[in-house]
């Protein structure tokens, strides 16, 4: 089994809980960021590195991060960029074992950084794992509890990005081996990342609820659709190249049926 551990008093840990690093972009998003931030903090994992990214906010969020400065391990400003570019800067800076994204208007759930560092360190031949997570509103209240499926390329392709960004941590190594984070995707960069993971390595799924996802108008994913179509089929042509959009018709249909179907017979619909 691989050791990963932290420097403690000149020596290094055997067996102890490897780096994560959390990476939150932020930009304007003052109702919700001091809950993001207070939901990493509050994980009190003994090897955490938190970056926290601001893209000029004019909002207050600027001042609430402030208030939060002595938990951060890196914050700094990067006014007039998009998220992915933010993103990449993140990730350049970071120095930990396991990686991972938290927006600005999701949240953890309680110890779940302890059991994704107690998984990858049980599991070393894991390089990237999604857990599972709910659906919040604005004001932070359940909308539902979402398990999924296990990973599989053709759903993944055909139907829809099923896998939660929140609730997805992945080996240093791994990201840059792949080359990390693709400029040309700002809306759909978690799609284009976890398809290119899956090209290096299997994608592990646990049935653990790791994280919650805010659902609101103002979502970028949300106020974007023309921009999330073109990203998506992009990525998409990549690996189906021309195949004409009639025979896409219908593997869309397939892909649907076996993902409900999965999830029916898997359990995912029972909590």
Not at 99 to 104: K, Q, T
Not at 217 to 241: A, C, H, V
């Amino acid at each position: 089994m691989i050791q990963i551990a932290p420097v403690r008093n000149g020596a290094r840990l055997q067996n102890a809980l490897p780096k994560i690093t959390v990476i939150t972009t932020c930009y304007n998003h003052a109702p919700y960021i001091e809950a993001t931030i207070q939901s990493v903090i509050s994980q009190k994992y003994e090897n955490l590195e938190y970056i926290v990214i601001d893209g000029g906010s004019t909002d207050g969020s600027r001042e609430i991060i402030e208030r939060y400065r002595d938990y951060i391990t890196d914050y700094f400003v990067e006014p007039n960029t998009l998220q992915v570019e933010k993103l990449i800067k993140g990730f350049a800076r970071a120095t930990g074992d396991i990686f991972c994204m938290l927006n600005s208007d999701d949240l953890f759930e309680p110890n779940a950084l302890q059991e994704v560092g107690q998984y990858f360190l049980d599991n070393p031949q894991v390089r990237v794992v999604y857990g599972d997570y709910s659906w919040i509103d604005a004001q932070g209240n359940l909308i539902k509890r979402k398990k999924e499926l296990g990973f599989n390329r053709f759903i993944y392709l055909y139907d829809i990005n099923y896998v939660p960004q929140p609730s997805t941590f992945w080996r240093r190594d791994l990201y840059e081996e792949i080359g990390g984070v693709d400029r040309r995707y700002e809306i759909t960069l978690d799609l284009d990342l976890w398809i290119r993971f899956a090209e290096v390595t299997p994608v592990y799924h646990v049935h653990r609820f790791w994280s919650k996802y805010r659902v609101h108008p103002k979502q970028k994913s949300r106020s974007n659709n023309t921009q999330l179509r073109e990203e998506t089929e992009s990525i998409m042509r990549r690996y189906i190249g021309n195949e004409p959009n009639w025979s896409i018709a219908i593997k869309g249909k397939v892909a649907k049926a076996m993902r409900l179907t999965g999830q029916l017979f898997f359990g995912c619909y029972w909590q």
